[in-house]
């Protein structure tokens, strides 16, 4: 087909428009949703732990969404590459540098700066001394800022890992003067759950009567065959009050 050049005056061949390569082009059928389940971020997560993912797939995370042709994953990777995927070069980037990527508005950017500046804080923090559990004083040295001065019952754990230090100390139940419940499931879980080596139990007799009860002993008895059952032994169970402790590892009825 032939036109007439309206510049030169001359015939041409029509010039046939080049295919445009984005014109049909549809939102990727390739999102994170159509991934295996245990590839994408999140679930990964759960189900593998932290430390598996990726950088870019720790800030998807963070994203939660990515563009129209680009999954979250490959946002983030744009945004790390643009750092020479240097975290502590992106922790330098402002909000605005940010937003100049594909695909990073203002609030995912405020997310991405927010979060590197938490982990900035947390390196600054002094890690705290956890106490190592040597004998029956220590334990009343760790318990004694949650029980002191109380006028009702409380049951507590302490949680050990394999060198008597301290993961963490957990309330397990609340009562009246007379006392408490301790739950037997509850206390297991919790040891399980943070993945513990061994469990002191704890609780308090606002009375200040050192003795345990009948009920105290049963309770006892019942929890150390749940804990030698589990591999979770109870390494003592401790009597607090105000003006001093009994043990019953001490004691020797565990």
Known sequence: MQEFDNL???LSESATPEPNPNRYETP?????KSWAEEDRPREKLLQKGRAALSDAELMAILLGSGTAKLSAVDVAKLVLKAADNDLN?????????L???????EAKAITIVAALELGRRRKEADAPTRP??????????VVRPYLQDLPHEEFWVVLLNRANVVMRT??????????????????????????????????????????????DMALTRKLREAGQFLDLPILDHLIYTDAGYFSFADEGML
């Open 8 to 10: 030169t005056g001359n």
């Open 28 to 32: 990727s059928s390739f999102g994170i």
């Open 89 to 97: 070069q992106l922790a330098r980037f402002s909000v605005k540098e």
């Open 99 to 105: 937003m100049r990527q594909k695909g990073i508005g």
């Open 132 to 141: 190592t559990i040597t004998n029956s004083r220590d334990i009343y040295r």
């Open 170 to 215: 957990v309330a397990i139940s609340r009562g009246g003067v007379a006392g408490t419940v301790a739950d037997p499931k509850l206390i297991f879980k919790e040891a399980l759950e943070q993945l513990a080596s061994s469990i002191i139990l704890i609780h308090n007799h606002p009375s200040g009567n050192r003795n345990p009860s009948a009920a």
